[in-house]
């Protein structure tokens, strides 16, 4: 199986639901060219009603996080039973802004990988490393133990459908992205680490960058080896800007 690029669009705490149908309904209408995988994600009161305004088009539902136990007493959570169940394809888990304001621990993250395989759901798993870290010169080793974490739940016919995005903290939101050498070079990273866990498993997962990505700089990482897609915050929220980048990202898929 080849590596199709993905991009995804992160909504966010963005988003009523009228204008979540808006903006659905912007991109399920556009021709979306082949050789590239489109998902949205819109925060959970959205999520049932752009299902349904998806239907008939090739654009996938994702949702931005949720608990890993599939019912239960657990006021105020999602469970992946619900997320299948409003037709999400994806799940976005560990993203920095739920480890940095929600105190999501990679313990926490490795829980949800492993739930949402079970029940079906394919997590978009994130990492990356803080401005301090990198500054300190310790980005290789933050990110790939927050690899070796998060994967350890996940099982040998599991791991060729994961989905990784490495987003580097201080790039998301800031309009400061990482250059497509240096993102390369850490998705390279990451790739090592899924191949010596995984075997030649680790080669068919996606990776993506996220973080600042604009129609401006997709197609620099776009062409970078190791890079499958992005993860696109701001950008995701206007479809003009956002089918720029899902164009920049076509090209034949790898692995
Ligand atoms: P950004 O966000 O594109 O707005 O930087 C990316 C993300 O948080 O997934």
Redesign the pocket.
Same mark, same amino acid.
């Given at each position: 199986m080849a590596r199709l690029p993905l991009v995804a669009g992160?909504w966010?705490m963005y988003k009523t639901v009228g204008d979540a149908l808006a903006l659905a309904h912007a991109l399920a209408r556009e021709a979306l060219p082949d050789g590239v995988e489109v998902a949205l994600c819109p925060p959970f009161t959205a999520l049932a009603e752009v299902s349904r305004a998806l239907e008939g088009s090739r654009i996938r539902l994702g949702a931005q996080d949720m608990y890993w136990e599939a019912q239960g007493a657990f006021t105020g959570e999602i469970s992946p039973l619900m997320l299948s169940d409003v037709g999400c394809t994806y799940v &976005?888990v560990g993203?920095?802004?739920r480890r940095q304001h929600f105190g999501e621990t990679d313990a926490a993250v490795a829980k949800k990988v492993g739930s949402a395989f079970g029940h079906g759901l394919v997590p978009i798993m994130?990492v990356g490393e803080r401005l301090e870290e990198r500054d300190a010169g310790r980005t290789d080793q933050v990110v790939a133990a927050q690899m070796e974490a998060g994967v350890a739940g996940v099982g040998d016919g599991q791991a060729a459908r994961l989905v990784v995005?490495y987003?580097p903290v201080w790039? &998301?939101?800031?309009g400061r992205s990482a250059s497509g050498e240096e993102a390369n070079r850490v998705c390279g990273l990451i790739r090592s680490v899924l191949s010596e866990r995984f075997g030649p498993a680790g080669d068919q997962v996606r990776i993506l960058y996220?973080?600042?990505?604009t129609g401006d700089n997709a197609a620099e990482f776009a062409r970078q080896r190791e890079i499958d897609g992005a993860?696109?915050?701001?950008?995701?929220l206007d479809p003009q800007k956002f089918l720029r980048i899902i164009h920049s990202a076509v090209r034949s898929p790898r692995g």
């Open positions: 992160n966010k &976005i993203h920095s802004e994130c995005a987003e790039a &998301i939101g800031t996220g973080g600042s990505v993860l696109v915050g701001g950008a995701s």
